[in-house]
């Protein structure tokens, strides 16, 4: 018997691989919580009990230093898994997680989720891909932080926001987010990036009327791109 080919126009008919819809369907027993805008999902010291996924809307990270300092670590949103350090053996948690928006969160307890990514490779694969980009972003900003300019990451931030070059289709607005979190994000001043958002907004680069959200043109991506 020949084996079976796939024309190339049947094989680009075969989905990608839809986390949520496997969570969804797979039958184990999860929790889903909706927040409102500025809610806390976890904080910082909290038992670390479950693994989660953005559903809808968007999830700040951030972490507190002794002294009181907030860090902004990541911005999330739908599609992206976080929480997952208790899988590696985390007690508590290493800082706190927000709805930046109003937002749906899929929570599936430790042990169900060991489970689950034993048996479901398809599922075991999309999250160690998860994990590998979360790993490749972190290492991104750490760099970004250290030789760009203010300027540079906040143009950077703006697009990852809008979800620019994600499989799906950007979203092309930016998250209600205020600029004290943007200052946060990037390690600069509120006034600083007032001033930016004012001349990306004279430069055509983001349609902006001095509140977020606002949308971002692909032209912003030269700010990035230039040396």
């Known amino acids: ?34 927040y409102g805008r500025g809610e806390t999902i976890f904080r910082q010291g909290d038992a670390c009990e479950d693994v989660m996924y953005v559903q809808s809307g968007g999830v700040k990270l951030s972490v507190v230093s002794k002294t009181g300092r907030e860090a902004v670590v990541a911005m999330l949103g739908p599609g992206d898994f976080f929480g997952e350090g208790c899988l590696a053996g985390q007690a508590v948690r290493m800082g706190s997680a927000t709805a930046i928006t109003p937002s749906v969160i899929l929570l599936v307890a430790k042990a169900k989720m060991v489970r689950l990514l034993h048996k479901q490779h398809a599922m075991s694969d999309r999250f160690i891909s998860h994990m590998l980009s979360r790993n490749i972003r972190i290492e991104e900003d750490l760099i970004d932080q250290l030789f760009n300019s203010s300027e540079k990451r906040l143009a950077r931030t703006l697009l990852l926001l ?18 004290e979190t943007l200052a946060e994000m990037i390690g600069t001043t509120r006034s600083r990036v007032n001033f930016f958002l004012n001349k990306f907004k004279k430069l055509g680069f983001i349609e902006y009327n001095g509140d977020i959200p606002l949308k971002i043109n692909n032209s912003l991506l030269s700010v990035v791109l230039h040396d």
Do not use: C, H
């Open 1 to 34: 018997m020949k084996p079976l080919k796939l024309s190339r126009a049947k094989a680009k008919a075969i989905p990608a691989f839809n986390a949520q819809a496997f969570l969804e369907s797979s039958g184990i027993a999860k929790t889903i919580v909706e």
């Open 162 to 179: 809008a979800r620019y070059g994600k499989q799906d289709k950007p979203a092309r607005v930016v998250p209600k987010i205020s600029q």
